[in-house]
Structure formats: C-alpha cells, structure tokens
C-alpha cells in the first residue's frame, strides 16, 4: 500500500527558542483514517499544519503525497494543496462570498466547468443539509452550519487526503454527526485518506483507524 | 452599500489626485498662454546711429524674432506748425534710427540683461529701452503664481498620497484573509488577488469617468469661460482625448501599484 504521509526525525518549531514536535518518526498509507489525539499545546495543530505546508520542518524530513515539504518551491506547495481538503476548527471560510461559493472555492482553482462545480456543489449542499441556505453568508449561519459549509468545501474536490483541525470542536450533536459521517463517507466510499486531530475520538466510529497521540513534542500509536 | 463602501474611499482619493494633476495642467496651460500674450506685446526700442538691416539685428541674439524700424515721421509732424520746414529736413538727416524688436518668447530677466548689452557692444547702437523694471515686475509675479499653484497641487499631492496609504492598509486588512484562505486551497497568486486587481481597476475607472465629468462641466462653465476672457488668454481647459487619457494612465497606474503593494505585503498565515 502506497504511504501518503512520511515523516523521518521530524521536527517543528516557530522560533529557534522553543520546539514544539521533537524528531518524530510516523508513516501513513494511503486510504487511512488516522486520529492524532493529544493535551492542548501539544503540538497536533503544529503538526497538521507542516502536513500541508504552512510550516516547514525544522529539521528532518517530512513527505506528503510524493512532495517533499521542507525543499517544496511555491508552485508545488500549491499542486499538492490543490489536492488536499482542510477543514479548520475556526472554518475558515471567505465571508463576503456565499456558502455555495465557498464550497465552490477548490473546484474554481482546479479549474472544473462551471456545470461540473454546479453539481458538485449542489450535491455536497443536499449532504450537508443546507441546500436552502445555498445564498446566504457565512455570517448569516450557526457554528455547527459553518463547519458544514468547511466539511463541503474540503470534499467538493475530491482530495486525496482530507486534514480535519478539531472538526467537532464546538459543534451541536447533530452537525458533529453529520461531520463524521462525511469524513466516514469519504474514507470508506472514495478511498479517500483522512487525518483528524482531536481531543476525543467519537465512540460511535464505524470504522478502522489508526490512532496517533503526541506528547511532549513525541507521537506514538496507540492500540 | 457595502460594496459602494468599499469602492468609495479609493474612488475619492484617486479623484482628488487627477483634480490636482489637472489643475496643475490647466494653469500651466495658463501661465504659457499669458506668457505668448505678454510676448507678443512685449518688444525692446534700440536706437542706433547707423542703418542695421534685420540679418544683423538676428545676429545678436536668437531671441530676436521680428525687427521693425521705427518711422520718425509722426512725430515730427507734430512739430511741423513750430518750425521751418527747411529745418525740419535737417532734423529728420540728423535723427537716428529706431527700431523695435519682437522677441520670440516672454524672456527672463537675464535673458533681457544679456541682449540689451550684446546690443550696447555695438558702436552705433547708442540706446537700448528694454522697459526692464515693468517686465521684471511681471515675470516674479508670474514665478510667484506658478511656485503657488506649484506648492498647492504638490499638498494635495501628498495629502491624497496619505490617504491611499491608509487605503493601503484598510485593504491590505480586508483582503488578506481571502487570499490566505485561497492559498491555503493551492490558488496561485493571480488567482487570489483577481479580485483586488479588479477592484483596484474598477476603482480607477470610476475616478476617470468622474473627473472626465467635473471637467468637461468645467469647461463648458461659463464661470470659467469669463474668468479667462478676464485675464485675456484662451486656452484647452479640458482636452476630452489626451486628458482624459492622461488621467485614466495615471488613476489605473496608482491603483494597480496599491494592490500589487498588498499583493507583494501579504503574509501567508501561518
């Protein structure tokens, strides 16, 4: 099985002071769905962050789909993030655009027909359960339904790698259900690799998965 | 109203800009224009012994454009009741010649200075009148208005500069987060910053369209059509073609060099 995600003596720090992941060692394969738990600070953020390039390893070597980060040119960074879906705890979606244009975002910088990126769109809208919320702004909605509208934008693409930031944070039962039910979905029907960091892993998952938890700037499985 | 929010502050700043720019244009325009008036009634009397043809009189300076010799005639007509006549032939053999030079320009004051001792270095020429102290006068009133208007646009000048670096920084604010968000999602920098360069044009566009609309109204004022009949110039207060063009270069130039400056500032969030 291909691995999507190496990394070899890993390390990551924002200034020379203080590092934050000290010299991991971790692989991930492709079609994997990976929890990465550990206490607040820890460094999981820090981590998913170098996984798609907003931060470049300090030392070490970190590979993902192929592209090896630490040496990535800026034209490559952006091939390979156009083939990764992020999902952020604060959503991160563009304000003066409506939901059905942020969801639209991946696919108008993959360059999709305009017909494609309509269905698509309206597809992933009925999934999340805001089709009639389509023209409305980011603002105008819930936590739990902004987060839909970020879960969407992830998949609209079909990445081959899905990174989630505390999807569930501060989310209702419902839109957290929905959450992980999406990420589930596109595991097991698209083969699609997901990288979740959490603090808790959901007792209501159907599935495998691998699970990683960081502590003291260290990572290990747990079984 | 969002949106005309938006496109307000820029609009407002690049329009005062091309006021400015403008103004300036037009009293330069001014200025030039009272210069060829001022020139054209402007003229040197040089006396002379000897018969100079107008070659000679060229050669002086180059700044000499037309010579005409002065008929003494009219004035000693009104002599005629007074004397004899036999004596008045006398007096028109022994007179001497007088000519008046037309200048090619309104000169400066050394450019007088030097003409008029080039011309004393000639024997003959025994006076020159080059009405020194009124065409000094003039001229420093002249420099004195263009320094004004100079000081007075270069103000606004920086003013409005001050304003689109505020602009800057307001923009830089509210586009910064879209385009990271793009980023995040692989979308090259042209793609990220379509929309500011679009707005930045749009912006531009809107600023040309209204000073072209202040200015033909101007133009067609007729404020501005008595206030120049008073100072006796005529003038192009607002060329609809080469202005228009001139001020559309310059708002689309400073409003596509504000977002590139963002585009260039921006930090990818990390």
Redesign the interface.
């Known amino acids: 099985m291909d691995r999507v995600i190496i990394a070899e003596d890993l390390s990551l720090s924002y200034s020379d002071d203080e590092t934050i992941i000290n010299k991991i060692n971790f692989s991930v394969n492709s079609g994997c769905f990976v929890f990465i738990t550990g206490a607040s600070g820890s460094g999981k953020s820090t981590l998913l962050k170098s996984l798609y390039g907003a931060l470049k390893p300090a030392q070490g070597s970190l590979v993902v789909g192929g592209v090896e980060i630490s040496k990535v040119s800026k034209s490559k960074l952006n091939f390979l993030r156009r083939h990764i879906g992020i999902v952020f705890q604060d959503y991160k979606l563009i304000k003066e655009w409506t939901i059905e244009k942020n969801i639209m975002l991946p696919l108008i910088i993959n360059g999709y027909e305009k017909n494609v990126t309509q269905n698509q769109v309206d597809s992933l809208l009925k999934h999340v359960r805001l089709k009639h919320q389509s023209g409305k702004y980011p603002l105008e909605l819930s936590g739990g339904e902004q987060q839909r509208v970020a879960m969407a934008r992830a998949l609209s693409h079909n990445p081959i790698l899905i990174l989630a930031d505390e999807p569930t944070g501060n989310l209702d039962d419902y839109s957290a259900g929905l959450i992980w039910n999406l990420l589930e979905g596109a595991n097991t029907q698209l083969k699609t690799t997901v990288i979740v960091v959490t603090h808790n892993i959901p007792e209501t998952m159907n599935i495998d998965y691998k699970h990683f938890h960081i502590e003291y700037g260290s990572i290990h499985e747990v079984n | 109203m969002k949106s005309i929010r938006n496109h307000f502050s820029l609009v407002v700043a690049l329009v005062s800009i091309l006021f400015s720019i403008q103004v300036f244009t037009i009293i330069e325009r001014s200025i030039s224009a009272y210069k060829e008036n001022l020139a054209s009634s402007y003229s040197i009397i040089v006396v002379s012994q000897l018969s100079i043809d107008e070659k000679t009189m060229k050669s002086f300076s180059s700044l000499v454009d037309e010579v005409s010799e002065l008929n003494p005639d009219h004035v000693i007509q009104r002599l005629n009741t007074k004397i004899d006549p036999k004596n008045l032939e006398l007096l028109k053999l022994t007179l001497p010649n007088f000519y008046k030079l037309k200048l090619t320009h309104f000169p400066t004051p050394t450019e007088v200075e030097n003409l008029t001792n080039n011309l004393l270095n000639k024997k003959s020429i025994t006076k020159v009148e080059n009405f020194s102290h009124n065409h000094d006068s003039t001229f420093k009133l002249l420099l004195l208005f263009k320094d004004v208007i100079a000081v007075f646009s270069l103000s606004m000048f920086v003013v409005t500069i001050l304003l689109i670096i505020k602009e800057l920084k307001i923009w830089q604010f509210m586009h910064n987060?879209?385009m990271s968000?793009?980023?995040?999602?692989?979308?090259?920098i042209w793609?990220s910053s379509a929309v500011l360069f679009r707005l930045a044009i749009v912006d531009a566009i809107i600023a040309s369209i209204l000073s072209f609309i202040l200015f033909t109204y101007l133009s067609t004022s007729f404020w501005v059509e008595e206030q120049l009949s008073y100072i006796g110039i005529e003038i192009i207060f607002f060329d609809q073609v080469m202005d228009f063009a001139i001020l559309s270069g310059v708002a689309l130039f400073l409003s596509v060099l504000l977002a590139l400056l963002i585009v260039i500032g921006h930090k990818?969030?990390?």
Do not use: Q
């Open positions: 987060e879209r968000i793009m980023g995040l999602f692989g979308a090259p793609l990818e969030e990390v």
